[in-house]
């Protein structure tokens, strides 16, 4: 029922930051819970972010609590990942995934719905 596509990835700095554009299609996907996830080579997909339907709660990992942002805006049908201050470690393949129902989870059999996934590269 949702088509996403990820935009915004490329090569930084660490230090640097990157803004990460999930671009969805379809009919009622401003009532879909959206979250980010990252995998890099040979490692299991990580959970990064989520963000209830209505925007008002959002759900970080640990590691990226402080750095990272999640956001929405339901009148351009697009979910945000604000990335700062990079780490080496947070290069991956960065995938924007939505789940039916607007609460927010970290476990990524929940989603329903998986774009592509966009690369992030971050060199020390």
């Not at 379809?26 to 925007?55: L, M």
């Not at 470690?89 to 960065?94: H, I, K, P, Q, R």
Request: proline share 2%.
């Amino acid at each position: 029922q949702v088509q996403l596509v990820e935009s915004g990835g490329g090569l930084v700095q660490a230090g640097g930051s990157l803004r990460l554009s999930c671009a969805a299609s379809g009919s009622n996907f401003s009532r879909f819970a959206t979250g980010w996830f990252r995998q890099a080579p040979g490692k299991e997909r990580e959970f990064v972010a989520a963000i209830s339907w209505t925007g008002g709660s959002t759900r970080y990992a640990g590691s990226m609590k402080g750095r990272f942002t999640i956001s929405r805006d339901n009148a351009k049908n697009t979910v945000y990942l604000q990335m700062n201050s990079l780490k080496p470690e947070d290069t991956a393949v960065y995938f924007c995934a939505a789940k039916i129902g607007g609460a927010t989870s970290g476990n990524w059999d929940t989603y329903d719905y998986w774009g592509q996934g966009t690369q992030v590269t971050v060199s020390s």
